[in-house]
């Protein structure tokens, strides 16, 4: 199975930019990188997604590494909204698109 | 636009016991996966239909089945519940023309197996 690693809990301060790391060294040519992020008692969302270059869009960007074996979800500027467990999954295209989800990252902004 | 629903929101079965979940996926998708999140973990893919049909499944269990209904709906059923089946199951829609794949996940079937 795809494999992603992050690190179990990160804190920020509010209104301050905020680098979320995810490794993933068995990813393959086609796996995409998905980050969606869970708030308490709800599913989880959708991020943003890539394959090899760097995204952007309203919520974040993400960075992947020219090896792609790593990535970075960045949130330019946390809110308190923003807390919340993010999770770095492997969506493989020639696998029926399943995705692979990490154990995720808790985000806690302090106001 | 109506997002995706599940039901019940939470249950209580004992060990040995069967239990169906339902989920109704967002309008326009055709695709439902489900999802066991155990308490901390991050969720695990159970399997997806497309269409009516088993398209792809995680490393579960035979006792874990679903069907997929015309209206793209769908059920999760459990056959002979252990207590590691307890979990939030999580099932999400998506429209595989979307290019983003983007799931649209439910709040999810809390169950608890005592």
């Known amino acids: 199975d795809a494999k992603t690693t992050q690190p179990n809990s990160m804190e920020s301060n509010e209104e301050e930019p905020v680098h979320l790391p995810c490794n993933h060294s068995?990813?393959?040519?086609?796996?995409?990188i998905h980050w969606y992020r869970q708030l308490p008692s709800q599913g989880p969302e959708y991020v943003i997604h890539g394959l090899t270059s760097n995204v952007n869009n309203r919520m974040a960007s993400l960075a992947i590494a020219e090896d792609r074996k790593s990535s970075t979800l960045i949130l330019h500027r946390a809110t308190l909204r923003d807390a919340a467990v993010y999770y770095c999954?492997?969506?493989?295209?020639?696998?029926?698109?399943?995705?692979?989800f990490g154990s995720g990252t808790k985000l806690n902004v302090k106001p | 636009e109506t997002g995706v629903t599940q039901s019940p929101t939470h249950l209580i079965k004992t060990r040995g016991q069967q239990v169906t979940l339902r989920c109704s996926s967002q309008s326009g998708h055709n695709t439902v996966s489900w999802y066991q999140q155990a308490l901390g973990q991050g969720p695990q893919f159970i399997f997806q239909?497309?269409?009516?049909?088993?398209?792809g499944r995680g490393n579960f269990p035979p006792r874990f089945s679903g069907l997929q209904f015309p209206n793209y709906s769908s059920e999760l059923n459990v056959n002979a519940l252990e207590l590691d089946d307890s979990a939030l199951y999580l099932c999400?829609?998506?429209?595989?023309?979307?290019?983003?794949?983007?799931?649209?996940f439910g709040p999810g079937t809390r169950l608890t197996v005592t």
């Open positions: 068995t990813i393959s040519g086609t796996d995409y």
């Open positions: 999954i492997l969506r493989q295209l020639y696998n029926f698109n399943k995705f692979y």
């Open positions: 239909y497309y269409r009516e049909e088993e398209n």
């Open positions: 999400a829609s998506s429209n595989p023309r979307d290019g983003a794949y983007e799931q649209y």
